[in-house]
């Protein structure tokens, strides 16, 4: 596989989310560590969480799951990257969240949750469909009867795509670029970064694989999951046309075996 720029793309143990993106992640992702963000994050699942467990799928420096856990949530978390959970167990806390290493796609832990959850476009990370059908799968064979999945994930964004163009620009600024290029005959999505700092430029680039709601409900029902709720954030605001992200809940049926 190629970078885009003609570089060889060979990703370490860690998958794309190695030392060099681990060890700046919290700080290029900072708005999403505001307590207007994290804090109706952390309300929905523990509300539904309950009494009961939550798997946090794909657990990356705990940004969740810490806060989540110091509402006495028992949290468990899956990621390949070591180099983002050693960031989580070097915060308050972290030291209490268990963490299994593997592809949270088929990665099993011991027990069953009331809660599972992906969250900040994660499921993209998955890059095939078969990927993301069996990452359902892997969430509903840890809940127990009744519980509940929940992704955040962004709307693709074709709509900003004029004929013939692909690329969609997110961030600009002195010292920083972003932005997304789409293959829309196969949905899968890029993000490219550029940095600009002491005299040196860098580039990087991650893939994704960009999902419509309509497939993620039909993903859930081939896991025995049915849609639950939908909204446009964690506070509730309806899901509309002019989304560009969504929560959605899709809950396992309260007989199932």
């Not at 999951?225 to 809950?251: A, I, N, Q």
Request: one cysteine or more; hydrophobic letters at 40%; a negative charge.
């Amino acid at each position: 596989m190629d970078d885009g720029a003609g570089h060889p793309e060979i990703p370490d143990g860690d998958g794309h989310f190695g030392e060099p993106v681990a060890a700046t992640y919290d700080e290029t992702s900072a708005d999403m560590f505001e307590p207007g963000v994290v804090g109706p994050t952390v309300d929905v699942l523990a509300g539904l969480a309950g009494g009961g467990r939550a798997l946090e799928l794909g657990i990356g420096t705990g940004r969740i799951a810490l806060p989540l856990a110091a509402r006495g949530v028992p949290v468990h978390g899956i990621d390949m990257s070591r180099a983002m959970v050693a960031r989580l167990r070097a915060k308050p806390g972290g030291d209490a969240v268990g963490v299994t290493i593997g592809d949270f796609a088929t990665t099993r832990v011991g027990g069953s949750f009331s809660v599972a959850y992906l969250v900040f476009n994660t499921i993209m990370n998955l890059t095939t469909q078969a990927a993301q059908v069996a990452c359902f799968r892997n969430a509903a064979a840890h809940l127990a009867p009744g519980g509940c999945f929940v992704i955040e994930v962004m709307t693709p964004e074709l709509r900003k795509l004029p004929a013939g163009q692909n690329v969609v620009p997110w961030h600009t600024s002195p010292t920083r670029w972003a932005f997304d290029s789409y293959d829309i005959a196969t949905q899968a999505l890029r993000s490219h970064y550029v940095e600009v700092g002491e005299g040196r430029a860098s580039y990087r680039s991650i893939p994704f694989r960009y999902v419509w709601p309509a497939e993620l409900d039909l993903m859930a029902q081939l896991a025995g999951l049915r849609l639950r709720e939908r909204w446009d954030g964690w506070t509730g605001e309806p899901f509309t046309s002019e989304s560009s992200r969504h929560v959605s809940v899709w809950e396992r049926a309260s007989g199932a075996a």
